[in-house]
C-alpha cells in the first residue's frame, strides 16, 4: 500500500490566492482527517470525516477554509482567499473507522504551505 | 474532556544511554493511548499504542511505553537510543467514546553520538 498521498509537497502562492491541498486516504480506511501543524501552535485538528461525511469542522479556523470529500479516495482541503498566516504544514491521515477502538492514525507526508 | 501534557519541549540523552520521554493525560473513562514519531520533512509515524492489558506495550524500532493508572502516564522508553532516534515525538490521547485524537505539543529528543 502506499500510503497516505498528498498533493502538491508544497506550494508557494501569494496572498489573495486559491489554495487547493488534495489527500488520497489509504484503501480501505473510512476516517480521514485534516490537520495542521505550525511551530507557534503545534499539530492542530482542523476537520474530519466518517464515511465521506464531515463529522466534526469545529477546528477549521474561519471561512476561508473549506474541506471536502467527494468519494472514499479523495479529499480536499481549500484556503479562499489565502493570507500569509496560513502558513503551515497540513497533514492528512486516515484511519479505520474514527471510534474504533485504539484505531492508529496513518498521516501523509504533508503539505508545506507558504503564503507570501 | 481530554488533554495530553508532554512537559519537556527537548530531551537529551547519550547514545547508547536509556530515553524516556514524559507524557499525561486527562480523559473521562478508559484512555487509548499513543505514541507518534516525526522525522524531519516527514509524517507523523505510528510507533505504539495501549488499548487494554498489559501495561508495558512495545513497539517499533525498540520502544515500549509503560501505561500508569493512577499517575495518568503513558511514558515512552528505549532501553538503549541511537542517534537515529533523534526526532519529534508525540503522544496523543482518546477516550473510549471520543472519535479524535488529541496530541501533546511534542517532545524534541536529541540523541548526542
Known amino acids: 500500500d502506499a500510503g497516505v498521498i498528498q498533493s502538491p509537497r508544497h506550494e508557494v502562492t501569494e496572498m489573495g490566492q486559491e489554495v487547493t491541498l488534495r489527500c488520497k486516504p489509504i484503501?480501505?480506511?473510512?476516517?480521514l482527517f485534516w490537520y495542521r501543524q505550525t511551530m507557534m501552535r503545534g499539530l492542530e485538528l482542523l476537520i474530519y470525516f466518517n464515511n465521506n461525511v464531515p463529522i466534526d469542522d469545529s477546528g477549521m479556523p474561519e471561512d476561508r477554509f473549506s474541506a471536502k470529500m467527494p468519494n472514499a479516495s479523495f479529499s480536499t482541503l481549500k484556503i479562499q482567499p489565502s493570507e500569509p498566516r496560513d502558513s503551515a504544514v497540513y497533514f492528512c491521515a486516515s484511519s479505520l473507522r474514527a471510534g474504533g477502538a485504539g484505531n492508529e492514525q496513518f498521516f501523509g507526508p504533508g503539505t508545506r504551505l507558504t503564503v507570501l | 474532556a481530554q488533554s495530553v501534557a508532554q512537559p519537556e519541549d527537548q530531551v537529551n540523552v547519550a547514545e547508547g544511554n536509556p530515553l524516556t520521554v514524559k507524557c499525561t493525560y486527562s480523559?473521562?473513562?478508559?484512555?487509548?493511548l499513543f505514541w507518534y514519531v516525526q522525522y524531519p520533512n516527514r509524517g507523523l509515524q505510528f510507533l505504539l499504542k495501549y488499548i487494554t492489558g498489559d501495561n508495558l506495550v512495545k513497539g517499533s524500532y525498540g520502544f515500549e511505553a509503560e501505561f500508569n493508572k493512577s499517575q495518568t502516564s503513558f511514558h515512552l522508553k528505549k532501553p538503549s537510543a541511537l542517534v537515529s532516534d533523534s526526532a519529534l515525538y508525540f503522544c496523543a490521547v482518546r477516550a473510549g467514546s471520543a472519535r479524535q485524537l488529541t496530541f501533546g505539543s511534542g517532545t524534541q529528543l536529541t540523541v548526542l553520538p
Open positions: 484503501s480501505g480506511h473510512n476516517s
Open positions: 480523559v473521562s473513562g478508559n484512555p487509548y
